[in-house]
């Protein structure tokens, strides 16, 4: 139970209906894309404008009351599950464009709005937001900023850091914050890139100036076939060794294409261990010369087949059995699980084998679909959560495939955020020293911990705990590492 | 600025570092006049303070410990590379122990699949791409000094190419940095992208040494294009050269450079490096890279728009001699103008605007220069809004000195009235400390807290950037 009389102050600060805390009402909010962690708020908020959300703060910083923010509730790791001791505070009612300004190319956002809104709305400049994570229908910017989020584009166009201009935020002490600035580059250490990917544990967001891009005159796609995977992660590396950046690069295994060609027929060859999806976008030379090159690229690196889309129907038929993936995934098993490491490129072959055999040695089928070309691997582990055991075999089967990937040098988190989902492979990623300097920055900007309360970065203590547990069982990975 | 920043560090405390260092390192350490003065600051203005002593680490672990003998001391510590820098970075305000990286130069590894490398601090720019010679990589940023790497990421250096391929932000991958307190810690790495903790690489990219040492640098490299060529073309007027760029960025053409002359400086390049051909008007160089037939696409459509706005013929430079040749004139523009009014001091301006601002900003402070009486060329990276002015005084006149800083003044002031900067990319220093507060409002506590979470002795780099 939230304290009356603060319950009592926040109602005058929102309109009653922006109040809710019967638990019909606050149920909706008690999990975010990662559904098997939920949890009850006391109350949910869902202010209208800056001054509102300064006023919550300020109360629930005197009151000591954690705050999670919340865009769309899209994210995958539970960055916005609800803390069961504090308020949700849902951004969704900031959805204007404030502006668009086709000159400087940039437009001015509430966090609220959907991703995809932005191109929608700068389409008519022949502009668009390049950021394009799968859930770009439904996911906000605010919730991009919080997660760095990536997508399908990003490696020619850069994760969200890179295309955001500017930050409007409050701190949990109320105060109003802007981070970055309009021009290039902005004085004074980079607080704008520290807001990105903090999973709303240093600030809430509520303006972001992002930067549009050209619409690019031609975008083309091949479609490349291999008999063995490992010859398609070669493929990956030789097309990036060459130092062509295509604007898309994802690679679909033998599982997934069984998965997806059946549910939306994008002329997939179902006899392929692997496909490529290799996307070349620009001035129609240079798009037609890009094509030629990766063509004889992926010729060399043994391709069985080759296809170069010839319209921009036939191009968008390749993509939609990519951005499918994960329906296709919820049509053949009854539950699944989307890891999300990523590994230096040139790890690609070797990973992916190991996590063919992991699959057999646990005994889970693994459908493999992910960004090749930045080398972010998604596995999507499928198991049936009415099965006893089998959740738990999932969890020590991803465990075990973030383990393999910072191991090759790479990352437990491409773009999904550590959330609560991946707190305790923290402690393997990051040696202690670097989990204090989080904890001071944290500290420099929420001492009382109030944001977010426990996401995305561990306390030593748990980190210890966890070590404990791993040494008792004989396999702590880097032992080297200091732990406390 | 309050008394603990003021205060020199106790004389005792730093007689004793500088005897341990001294001890330590032998002739890697040194106290000389001659040493000290040349590490009291970069190439900007020379009014500055000389380190105690200047020391010259090896590895990652003398670096660690050199500042945990400062930290515990409490006596400053300020990272150098090779003093390029032009906003008193590396002056050391309250004297203490400079840290000079350039004896750190081994390039430690090049995964070419990957598209990246990993190199000490103290590897200087020319040296990375040489070392990457017969890879088919290169790596971009271009300041125009011979920056070291370290150096570069510090203050997080832009430079001609920026438009096309960002600024240091977007291309260190991770870094290696003692800390404040002398710990050794490693951020980001490998992976492409990562949404694991906070961004600390960027963090220390561009906190100008305050937060701690930089040692080591993982860098993205990108493939050498194909083909690559360069063109001139002279404006009859300094608008239209300006309006050629905005149109150019506004229709999305991929240059991998534009730069901007105005007829004052192409009068001083023309002399200093013995160009031939050119006529002292405004003048844009611009440079495309990628394929063959792209770079061909992306001329023509340039050729297009410079015509619109009544631009010379171009004149094509797709010989690598010929390219380097131009490219050397901007590179040494700078120093033409030094030559160009023989006796005078100079220091340079940084503003950056939005595109779309440009033309006005531009044009508003061509007026101010005219008004001041000064000789200022312009020169800059105008693809990105950046563009820089040299403003030309005489030392032995203090009245001139106080025209010029008026000068310089109006056109940062500018700047940040119309949304952009005053400092594109030459950084904070502590020349600029003003400004920050000005463009930043409440996110300077913020800073601050930074600051004093990341070093609350206050040891790294005192007094510059974010001072507490």
Redesign the interface.
């Known amino acids: 139970m939230l304290d009356p009389s603060l319950l009592a102050a926040l109602g005058e600060i929102v309109v009653p209906s922006a109040l809710l805390t019967a638990p019909e009402d606050t149920r909706p909010y008690e999990c975010d894309g990662l559904t098997i962690f939920r949890e009850q708020a006391l109350a949910v908020l869902l202010p209208e404008n800056e001054a509102q959300v300064v006023a919550i703060l300020k109360l629930c910083h005197t009151a000591r009351v954690p705050v999670v923010a919340r865009g769309a509730g899209t994210g995958l790791s539970g960055g916005a599950t609800p803390n069961r001791q504090g308020i949700v505070l849902s951004l969704a009612k900031f959805n204007r464009i404030v502006n668009i ?6 437009a001015v956002v509430q966090p609220g709005v959907r991703n995809l809104a932005v191109s929608e709305a700068a389409a008519r400049y022949g502009l668009y937001y390049a950021p394009d994570p799968s859930s770009q229908i439904a996911c906000t910017i605010g919730g991009n900023v919080a ?2 989020s ?1 997508g399908v584009h ?2 020619k166009y ?2 969200t ?2 295309n955001v201009r500017r930050v409007r935020a409050v ?1 949990i002490s109320g ?5 970055g ?11 704008l ?2 807001i ?3 999973e709303g544990l ?1 600030a809430v967001i509520t303006e972001v100036t992002v930067r549009l ?2 619409k690019p005159q031609v975008a083309r796609c091949v479609l490349a076939a291999f008999d063995d995977l490992e010859k398609a992660g070669a493929a990956v ?1 030789a097309i ?5 950046i295509p604007a898309g690069l994802e690679m679909m295994d033998k599982l997934t294409i069984s998965a997806v060609e059946p549910f939306v027929k994008a002329g997939y060859p179902l006899d392929a261990e692997a496909i490529l999806l290799c996307e070349s976008d ?5 798009v ?3 094509i030629e ?1 990766v063509s004889a690229l992926l010729q060399r690196c043994g391709a069985t087949l080759i296809e170069v889309s010839q319209s921009e129907t036939q191009r968008l038929k390749f993509w939609s059995g990519r951005k499918a993936a994960f329906p296709a995934a919820g049509r053949i098993s009854p539950d699944y699980y989307c890891i999300d490491g ?5 790890s690609l072959a070797p990973t992916l084998k190991r996590i063919g055999e992991l699959s057999k040695e646990f005994g889970l089928p693994c459908m493999n679909v992910f960004h090749a070309g ?3 691997l998604h596995p999507l582990i499928l198991y049936d959560a009415n099965k006893p055991g089998d959740r738990e075999t999932t969890i020590a089967f991803g465990a075990k495939i973030l383990e393999l990937c910072i191991a090759a ?10 959330g609560v989902e ?1 707190i305790d492979e ?1 402690c393997v ?3 202690a ?3 204090e ?2 904890h ?6 929420d001492p009382d911990a109030l944001l977010n309360p426990g996401k ?2 561990p306390t030593l203590h748990r980190c210890a705990e966890m070590g404990r547990m791993h040494v008792h069982r004989g396999q702590l990975p880097h032992a080297e590492l200091p732990r406390f | 600025m309050d008394m603990k920043t003021m205060l020199r560090p106790d004389a005792g405390a730093v007689a004793d570092v500088v005897r341990r260092l001294c001890g330590d390192y032998g002739d890697r350490a040194v106290t000389s006049h001659a040493v000290r003065e040349h590490h009291s600051h970069g190439e900007g203005l020379a009014d500055a303070g000389m380190p105690d002593v200047v020391v010259y680490p090896h590895s990652n672990d003398e670096v660690v410990a050199i500042v945990r003998l400062c930290a515990a001391a409490r006596v400053p510590v300020i990272p150098f590379g090779v003093g390029t820098s032009l906003e008193g970075h590396v002056a050391a305000l309250f004297g203490g122990v400079c840290v000079d990286l350039s004896q750190m130069n081994r390039v430690l590894e090049i995964n070419a699949e990957d598209l990246d490398c990993r190199v000490q601090a103290g590897v200087t720019r020319e040296q990375v791409n040489a070392e990457l010679k017969g890879t088919g990589l290169f790596f971009p940023i271009d300041p125009g000094a011979n920056a070291t790497i370290g150096g570069m990421a510090a203050t997080r250096a832009s430079g001609t190419n920026a438009v096309r391929y960002g600024t240091m932000r977007e291309n260190v991958l991770g870094l290696t940095v003692v800390t404040a307190r002398g710990e050794l810690i490693r951020t980001g790495g490998r992976a492409r992208k990562s949404s694991a903790g906070y961004d600390l690489t960027r963090l220390y990219v561009g906190a100008e040494g305050t937060l701690g040492v930089i040692t080591e640098i993982q860098l993205r490299l990108y493939g050498v294009p194909e083909a690559i060529s360069a063109a001139v073309c002279q404006f009859p007027d300094l608008e239209s050269a300006v309006n050629t760029v905005i149109t150019a960025m506004q229709s999305g053409i991929p240059v991998a450079r534009i730069e901007l002359l105005d007829d004052v400086q192409m009068d001083a390049s023309i002399r200093y490096s013995k160009l031939e051909g050119f006529a002292v008007q405004p003048t844009l160089f611009f440079e495309f890279h990628g394929s063959p037939a792209g770079v061909s696409e992306q001329s023509a459509a340039m050729q297009a728009i410079s015509d619109e706005f009544g631009g010379s013929a171009y004149q094509w430079a797709t010989l690598a001699e010929d390219r380097t040749r131009l490219w050397k004139a901007r590179h040494a523009a700078y120093y033409a103008a030094l030559a160009f009014r023989p006796g005078m001091s100079a220091f340079a301006t940084d503003a950056c605007v939005p595109i779309s601002r440009l033309a006005d900003c531009i044009m508003q402070t061509k007026k101010d220069i005219e008004k001041s009486g000064l000789t200022a060329p312009i020169l800059g990276h105008v693809g990105d809004g950046n563009f820089h002015l040299v403003v030309l005084f005489d030392p032995k006149v203090t009245e001139q000195r106080a025209r010029a800083e008026a000068l310089a003044k109006a056109v940062s002031m500018r700047a940040i009235a119309m949304g952009g900067t005053c400092t594109g990319e030459h950084g904070i220093g502590w020349h600029k400390l003003d400004v920050l507060a000005q463009e930043h409002g409440e996110a300077v506590e913020s800073m601050r807290a930074i600051k004093r979470a990341l070093d609350p002795d206050n040891i790294m780099n005192p007094g510059k950037t974010v001072p507490l």
């Open positions: 300004d086709p000159l400087t190319r940039t997660e760095n990536g990003c490696l850069g994760l850091v890179h701190l105060e109003i914050v802007e981070f600035g309009d021009a290039l580059d902005s004085p004074g250490y980079d607080l890139a520290l990105h990917g903090s240093l891009t050209p590396a990036i060794g060459a130092g062509i620009g001035a129609p030379d240079e037609s010369e890009e090159t990523t590994i230096p490129r040139r930045d080398g972010n040098g790479g990352t437990i988190t491409g773009e999904h955020g550590v991946k923290m990623q990051f040696a020293l670097e989990l300097r989080f001071s920055v944290k500290h420099a900007f995305a970065v």
